[in-house]
């Protein structure tokens, strides 16, 4: 019954529900293959008692439950909003390859986390292989092998080392592993009878994989990132690649408007005849974007100076993008200033719009990179390390090498000078049969100041390194030998000071007399991909004091990467160690030699893990900075300043910058890919920006 004389009260009531769109697998289809991790069912639960938009403040005060009142309410809705969906940057190439999408991606995703997101990447690369591990450097650069032994592309590498992040073999998607999980699937019935096809079934798993994968932290930190960075390897138009580009435009359909947006990278060549910046190659890259269902939000454009307004204007109108929302990538000193032209350019406002993020970033905050790209220009005094490998004809076959020596030669203050040396011109057939190569490979081998043999595969110009070896010891020359170097050395060794003239590794000779390197009991001789010791393993440093220690900061243990099938003799052990040579690292059993020394020699070091996958612009890699620091006579003043961690680096320290090198393919110079020859030149990343 109503009470007369008095006023009815009213209550504000609210509707509560999640998001339309999927915040997790509470809200998301049933073909939805995101985790659900302990913060976002939290996220989600929350979300359940607080309203959908925030209510008007009067209505706040009178509705919302006790401790949820005030500014607590507005901060727990725009918590949950920021995190309600993940948001996508597709990174396309056009027109032709090697234009530095990997790059491109990198600095995105430095941007981006300058302005206080969370980043993380995918790379896909359309080829059936499963992964790198069996494809030779020659074809595709070096394999990059990651924490979890995934042999990954190259780009991979690009990204841990601008973002300093560590990531997973699925953050590498290839044509190959898509087809294997659905073929699998298939052979378990999990279609129901259904025939499998390209559309939905591959399209499908392509999406998913990226929606599980990106929910995956990569930064060390809980919870998934802000943003996923997504490279789509090759050109538009690849036929391979067709399946992803379909999957792709169904994805940006699926995760909705502000959730995605696409940087297509193409050129804009300028003719030497009549010199003008021709945009008509982008223009019909575009068309083809736009035909098989996608639209660029962003055109990242390449050419070897900056667009014209003209020009821009063009493609503007043509491709129907923005004129804001066009960025130049041209030609710079080195790569750590292609970040620095996309802030300049204003292209994280261009993309923080897309995703609807400009009230959660902050401005870029780049110092670092400043002073690193300024710093880094201004270097002067040199040191020349010589790269004894088989693969010299393509630098990308040692990216991840050259980057961990740029980083360790800024960290000393010295500009790098990279004489490349084939192996095979050191050997005596080749004083026969070429006596000009056999002479300048020598020439560049003893002018020098460091020497670095890097791993291999085969038997191809093992001779050559281990006369590089050879000479490197017995003259003092600093030495550092990573996985087959390491090998090689120990091989030399025996040969030379403990007089075993047979003494070799059974990859190279199965029937060795004096067997100092062995095939791994674990490895598979009939399967090559994915069969060998791979990813992070622990070393444990036998000697206290020996250089390797002191470089790392006196622990007593390091993680690195490895990649090897065949090791040290372990029972050959005592008689190395009673001749002079030092196993100063070894694995958990003791039974695997990890890091060797010759404790008189000035820097003479093989690791058998590969440290330079692990070397950071900021972190350069301890066993780097020793070979440079020793060939540039800092070594001493270096290792009296070791601290735990970490050699002690010098202020602001700088790395990854462009070195200077002369490349030397079987003794003469290679004409490089830019139409440079003898001399010096520039590359950065992966051969583009020069």
């Known amino acids: ?161 601008f973002l300093d992040i560590k990531l997973t073999r699925d953050n590498n998607i290839t044509t190959g592993k898509i087809y294997q999980s659905v073929l699998e699937k298939e052979r378990k019935g999990e279609y129901l009878g259904k025939t499998v ?107 070897t100076k900056e667009l014209e307004e003209n020009v821009k204007e063009k493609l503007s109108q043509f491709c129907h993008v923005p004129a804001a929302n066009i960025v130049t990538l041209y030609d710079v000193s080195n790569i750590w200033r292609i970040p620095l032209l996309l802030r300049d350019q204003k292209a994280h406002e261009a993309i923080l719009k897309v995703l609807n993020l400009e009230s959660f970033a902050r401005g870029p905050k780049l110092d670092e990179w400043v002073a690193r790209a300024t710093l880094f220009d201004a270097l002067h005094d040199t040191v020349r390390i010589a790269m004894v490998g088989k693969y010299t004809g393509l630098s990308d076959s040692y990216l991840s090498v050259l980057k961990a020596l740029l980083h360790a030669s800024v960290d000393c203050r010295r500009k790098l000078v990279v004489d490349w040396v084939a192996s095979t011109d050191l050997e005596d057939s080749t004083a026969i049969e070429a006596p000009d190569a056999y002479k300048a490979a020598w020439d560049l081998l003893k ?41 090689l050395a120990v091989v030399e060794f025996a040969r030379s000071v403990m007089n075993l003239p047979e003494a070799n590794s059974t990859e190279f000779d199965p029937n060795a007399k004096s067997p100092c390197v062995i095939f791994m009991p674990e490895g598979s001789k009939t399967h090559m991909g994915g069969t060998m010791r791979l990813g992070s393993r622990r070393t444990f440093f036998e000697v206290a004091d020996c250089k390797s220690a002191k470089l790392y900061g006196n622990v007593s243990y390091v993680d ?50 590969h440290p330079e996958f692990k070397s950071r612009p900021s972190k350069p890699s301890p066993l780097f900075v020793g070979l440079i620091a020793a060939s540039s006579g800092q070594l001493d003043r270096l290792l009296q300043g070791s601290c735990n961690g970490h050699v002690v680096s010098t202020k602001h320290s700088l790395s990854n910058g462009a070195y200077t090198s002369t490349v030397h393919q079987n003794g003469h110079a290679k004409k490089l890919a830019n139409g440079l020859s003898n001399g010096t030149y520039y590359p950065n990343g992966n051969g583009v920006h020069a």
């Open 560 to 609: 690195e990467r490895h990649r090897h099938r065949y090791e040290v003799n372990p029972d050959m052990v005592p008689e190395f160690e009673s001749a002079g040579l030092q196993f100063v690292g070894k694995d958990e059993t003791g039974r695997r030699m990890e890091i060797i020394e010759i404790p008189n020699h000035r820097y003479f070091v093989g690791a058998q893990f």
């Open 197 to 303: 096809q390209v559309v939905p079934h591959i399209t499908n798993a392509i999406q998913e994989w990226i929606e599980r994968v990106a929910m995956v932290p990569v930064d060390g930190k809980e919870g998934p990132a802000d943003v996923c960075v997504i490279e789509l390897g090759g050109t538009i138009g690849d036929i391979e690649s067709m399946p992803f580009i379909e999957a792709l435009g169904q994805f940006s359909y699926r995760v909705g408007p502000g959730n995605f947006c696409l940087v297509h990278v193409s050129l804009v060549p300028v003719l030497n005849v009549v010199g003008e910046q021709k945009t008509k190659p982008t223009q019909h890259s575009v068309r083809g974007l736009r035909g098989l269902g996608l639209t660029p939000n962003i055109l990242a454009c390449r050419s």
């Open 447 to 487: 002018g020098a100041n460091g020497v670095l043999v890097p791993g291999g595969f085969g038997d191809r110009g093992v001779q050559g390194k281990i006369l590089a070896a050879k000479y490197a010891r017995e003259n003092n020359v600093p030495y550092l030998g990573i996985c087959l170097g390491m090998q």
């Open 1 to 161: 019954m109503k009470m007369m004389g008095k006023k009815k009260k009213r209550f504000f009531h609210y509707k509560y529900s999640l998001s339309p769109q999927p915040l997790c697998r509470l809200d998301c289809p049933p073909s939805s293959s995101l985790p659900l991790s302990p913060c976002r069912e939290a996220a989600a639960r929350r979300a359940l008692l607080l309203p959908q938009n925030p209510p008007p403040r009067a209505a706040r005060r009178r509705s919302t439950p006790e401790g949820f009142r005030g500014k607590k309410v507005r901060r727990a809705w725009l918590s949950l909003s920021r995190g309600r969906e993940m948001k996508y940057v597709l990174v396309t190439g056009g027109v032709v390859s090697g234009l530095g999408k990997g790059v491109t991606a990198s600095s995105i995703g430095v941007v981006l986390k300058s302005c206080g997101l969370r980043i993380t990447s995918i790379k896909i690369d359309p080829y059936l292989n499963t992964d790198a591990g069996t494809m030779s450097p020659f074809e595709h650069g070096e394999v990059f092998v990651l924490d979890d032994g995934g042999e990954v592309d190259l780009d991979l590498g690009n990204y841990e080392r």
